[in-house]
């Protein structure tokens, strides 16, 4: 079965430096990969999507993401932290018909 | 122009008891998708309704079902609930007809609690 590995449940980054986020996905042609964004009680966003083409794409709030196959990875990644980025962040590959398969999430905490 | 809407946003149940969930797409959006997400942890895929019938299913049990309308809308029920259907139930749209992998729009959710 399809599977998205998310290492890091729970980082903590100060204001203003930079993050990554790791996520490893299980192997199968032509991944469709997705980063979202949950803050608190709220639905999930779309931060970015990967389809095919170029391996780094763009996303909203600053955020890119760059695939490598050879690693089976999909990070996310931001120059420059700033608080309202603390959220939960999902890391998810679509099958067959947007079935979409997520990660367990890491928690993003931002100090000043 | 409206998303994902859901009602109610929170619903406080008892165990045995049934309850009903419901779902108005994005505004376009004819297909929708309802997902299951635990205490900390990712959303876990329910099933999918398109053209009023169930396409796809994920590893959940018969006393989940579903129902599109014809203007795309969408319920959720459950029936003989247990402890641990608590959670926050997602509705996510999107469009069949965009792309094949047209991005998921997502609701705020239900946020179910079973006693």
């Known amino acids: 079965a399809q599977s998205v590995t998310q290492p890091d449940i729970h980082i903590t980054v100060s204001e203003g430096a930079s993050l990554e986020l790791r996520c490893n996905y299980s192997y199968g042609a032509t991944p469709y990969l997705f980063w979202y964004v949950q803050s608190p009680g709220q639905g999930l966003q779309l931060l970015l999507k990967?389809?095919?083409?170029?391996?780094l794409v763009q996303g909203i709030k600053g955020f890119e993401a760059e695939f490598k196959r050879s690693q089976s990875s999909f990070n996310l990644r931001k120059p420059s932290v700033h608080w309202s980025d603390a959220a939960e962040y999902f890391c998810a590959r679509s099958g067959g018909y947007q079935k979409v398969t997520f990660g367990i999430g890491t928690k993003l905490q931002v100090i000043p | 122009d409206a998303g994902v809407t859901q009602s109610p946003t929170h619903l406080i149940k008892t165990r045995g008891q049934q309850v009903t969930l419901r779902c108005s797409p994005k505004?376009?959006?004819?297909?929708v998708s309802w997902y299951q997400q635990a205490l900390g942890q990712g959303p876990q895929f329910i099933f999918q309704y398109y053209e009023e019938e169930e396409r796809q299913r994920g590893n959940f049990p018969d006393r989940f079902s579903g129902h599109q309308f014809p203007n795309y809308s969408s319920e959720l029920n459950v029936n003989a609930l247990l402890l641990g259907d608590s959670a926050l139930y997602l509705c996510a749209s999107s469009s069949r007809t965009d792309s094949y992998n047209s991005p998921l729009h997502f609701g705020n959710g239900t946020r179910l609690t079973v006693t």
């Open positions: 990967y389809f095919s083409g170029d391996t």
């Open positions: 505004s376009g959006h004819d297909t």
